[in-house]
């Protein structure tokens, strides 16, 4: 399925520079407020300011391209991140709109252009891109001080055309005025766009947001109610053709031979050719393509190197290395002494199935050749990635490599991955056509449930236990699962001594006081390629911990609550959001006969997440009720979005608790299309509350944190309603036995 090898990653980022912190969690914690940047109706200067573990505070706000002002005083603000439904573009615009003084109603949102000396994200180094729920963390300072900056150039420009002192001007909702002077940004744009830009900028206290902590209107939700805005597969190009891709069945497939006399002879038809993945099918629209697709006959792949086990045999392999000591991911204390001398011992096996991302819009693109280059239309959450790999495929400069930024239908992490597969899948048939017609790749939702890049498979083998008095003796936790990062670029920084931060992440930076502490992990090798999915390795490790915690605090007689705020005494944050979510959720003691309550609390992307659920016994099946979230993720831009987050990640965790995963039999992906890879219903839905604990503190991440802490809460609730625990994903309810 890989277009491009490990070592051409690493050539095409060569001279980029290392990215600024050593491991995904000091990505969030070294965020540096590196200079803002500005620009007033015209773009002033190419420079930009990366990210130092230094305190930016000395570095200037530098004019870049991120806030425009035109005559009609509306105020565009340039994102530099991919907005996939997370609603970035209003949070990131609410950020420059607050220091700015503008009023909601003249604020606009367009996706800045690619390039990475302009837009890098600060927390990825000199890459642009989205992911790790970082779009807000790492912009935070650095639009705080454009907009500040382009206040003061504002009223610089007021106060000479007005001939009066600067700090006589105010600004109120976009209106500067100063004695019987009054006049809007726009009117004042051009000049401002003159003035040097400041070099230090004061910017607003938190107890005088007036924009910041509101429910503001989402900026897109009029055009995606109105059909205004655009979606990759809204384009359309002269002589465009649309391309489907037969893929191989088995990963690590590749074509020998095929028959396309049949093909082309369906209607529309343009084209049939073998490019690396596949055989693409060209057509002038998607019928055509598919129907072309379907008529290829007499294929023979190459399977010399395709993985042809199955989920049961790759598991079973997987058992067999927990039986072994694995790489070492923490340590604390010595685990085996103090398991040794415990009075109680659970030992838990969990498993975790391969996960599709299936966003709503499956993955398509268009690029059509160009005289300087080529151009690509698509929802690009990795833009300098896409632009490495297009370049490196047609044998051009990334910096030739033109990528429009759209809107897109949800990702899940499925869009920024390393190899890029998609876009180098449309470039490679691009150049197999030799350009000739712009090309609109689109992917079937067969496709995208059979395609790979899934959540890794994993096992956990847990040995904990208990001291006389209640307390933790020891913790022993063996992970096997596969590793997306090696062999990427970003190997270097994330793999250390063998050990992949995010296969363990959740799990050994438990922020839980357990003394005598061991966590170790294989990572065997499986020809399936994967990918990060909604909040990462947290979608396995927070699982294990949490259901592993309520099962000891029920093994020594406590309150899972009581239980875990004792763990928790060191840490005040964690604390503070159990103690809001306990008296959020109404804890106390069992709902009564056929009912129960869960909780989870964890921490990911530096934001905290409690969880308490609330089920039913209904007919001999468990009804998920409500749902209470308390979350602490620093200072609440917009608590609508906010809740929209949480309320989202908790649909999500519940389909996967519920019912996704990805089986192969003999290497063969048994799943197609959502009546049988089932996301969760409408129906399923519960009821869901989310409280924000009050913060000063710098915003940190919110659109993956809601997942992790949704299946151990409810398999506690489960528990506490039937006395069964229920350990692995998807829980097999249909066996559940009342």
């Not at 965020?31 to 002033?44: N, R, S, T």
């Not at 837009?119 to 807000?136: C, D, I, K, R």
């Not at 936790?477 to 063998?498: D, H």
């Amino acid at each position: 399925m890989h277009l491009i090898k490990p070592e051409h990653y690493r050539q095409m980022l060569a001279g980029m520079g290392a990215p600024v912190a050593a491991s995904r969690r000091s990505f969030l914690k070294g965020l540096a407020a590196a200079g803002g940047a500005l620009v007033i109706g015209v773009h002033l200067d190419p420079r930009v300011a990366l990210a130092e573990e230094a305190p930016a505070a000395a570095a200037p706000p530098l004019p870049n391209a991120f806030v425009r002002i035109a005559p009609d005083n509306t105020v565009t603000v340039l994102i530099k991140h991919l907005d996939m439904g997370q609603g970035v573009t209003t949070g990131l615009s609410t950020i420059v709109a607050e220091e700015l003084d503008a009023d909601w109603s003249q604020m606009r949102a367009a996706f800045a252009p690619a390039d990475a000396k302009l837009y890098n994200n600060l927390a990825f180094g000199p890459v642009q891109g989205t992911g790790g729920s970082t779009s807000v963390a790492n912009s935070w300072q650095q639009l705080r001080r454009a907009g500040a900056a382009a206040r003061q150039m504002l009223v610089a420009a007021a106060a000479t055309t007005w001939g009066v002192p600067a700090d006589s001007i105010t600004i109120d909702k976009g209106v500067l005025k100063s004695g019987s002077h009054s006049g809007t940004f726009g009117e004042f744009a051009e000049a401002a766009a003159a003035l040097p830009v400041p070099a230090e900028v004061s910017l607003k206290e938190p107890k005088d947001f007036r924009l910041i902590g509101t429910k503001l209107p989402r900026l897109d939700s009029p055009d995606k109610t109105d059909g205004k805005a655009i979606y990759a597969l809204d384009i359309k190009r002269p002589g465009m053709l649309t391309a489907v891709l037969r893929r191989p069945d088995r990963f690590g497939a590749t074509v020998k031979s095929f028959d396309a006399t049949a093909a082309k002879k369906v209607p529309d038809v343009v084209d049939v050719v073998a490019v690396p993945n596949g055989i693409a099918v060209l057509a002038n629209n998607t019928w055509a393509a598919i129907q072309g697709r379907d008529a290829l006959t007499a294929i023979e792949w190459d399977e010399a190197k395709a993985e042809k086990r199955g989920t049961a045999e790759l598991f079973d392999e997987y058992r067999k290395l927990a039986q072994t000591p694995g790489l070492p991911a923490a340590r604390r204390g010595d685990a085996a002494k103090g398991l040794a001398g415990a009075v109680k011992t659970i030992e838990a096996e969990f498993s975790f199935p391969y996960l599709a991302h299936a966003p709503m819009e499956p993955l398509n693109c268009v690029i059509e050749k160009t005289a300087d280059g080529v151009t690509i239309w698509t929802g690009s959450q990795f833009q300098t990635i896409e632009q490495a790999v297009t370049a490196s495929i047609l044998g051009i400069k990334p910096e030739q490599v033109k990528i429009e930024t759209l809107w897109a239908g949800g990702s899940f992490g499925r869009r920024a991955n390393p190899p890029a597969d998609y876009v180098a899948e449309a470039a490679t048939i691009l150049k197999a056509i030799d350009g000739r017609a712009p090309v609109h790749l689109v992917w079937t939702r067969e496709d995208d449930i059979k395609g790979g890049y899934y959540r890794p498979m994993f096992y956990h083998s847990v040995r904990a236990g208990l001291t006389a008095d209640g307390k933790i003796a020891g913790w022993d936790q063996r992970i096997v699962g596969q590793s997306f990062i090696a062999g990427t670029p970003f190997e270097a920084f994330i793999i250390k001594e063998g050990v992949d931060g995010t296969s363990v992440e959740g799990a050994s930076d438990t922020n839980y006081a357990i003394g005598d502490f061991r966590v170790d992990l294989h990572s065997p090798k499986v020809n399936v390629p994967t990918l990060w999915w909604r909040s990462v390795g947290h979608t396995h490790t927070a699982h294990v911990v949490e259901v592993m915690i309520d099962e000891l605090a029920h093994a020594a007689g406590r309150d899972p609550v009581e239980f875990r705020l004792e763990l928790l005494k060191d840490q005040p944050r964690h604390a503070a959001v159990l103690k809001l979510l306990a008296e959020k959720a109404g804890w106390g003691p069992k709902a009564g006969a056929g009912k129960g309550r869960g909780v989870a609390l964890h921490e990911s992307f530096d934001t905290v997440v409690g969880s308490v659920i609330d089920v039913s016994v209904v007919d001999g099946k468990i009804k998920v009720e409500r749902v209470v979230c308390a979350v602490d993720c620093g200072i609440a831009i917009n608590p609508d979005v906010i809740a929209a987050q949480i309320e989202g990640g908790v649909g999500f965790g519940l389909g996967a608790a519920l019912h996704d995963e990805i089986t192969l039999d003999g290497g063969v992906v048994e799943q197609a299309n959502f009546d049988t890879y089932v996301p969760l219903r409408m129906s399923e839905m519960p009821v869901v509350e989310v409280h924000i604990l009050p913060s000063a503190n710098a915003p940190t991440g919110i659109g993956e944190p809601g997942v992790p802490g949704v299946a151990p809460a409810l398999s506690n609730a489960i528990f506490d309603a039937t006395g069964q625990r229920l350990r692995s994903l998807p829980f097999r309810l249909e066996d559940f036995k009342a």
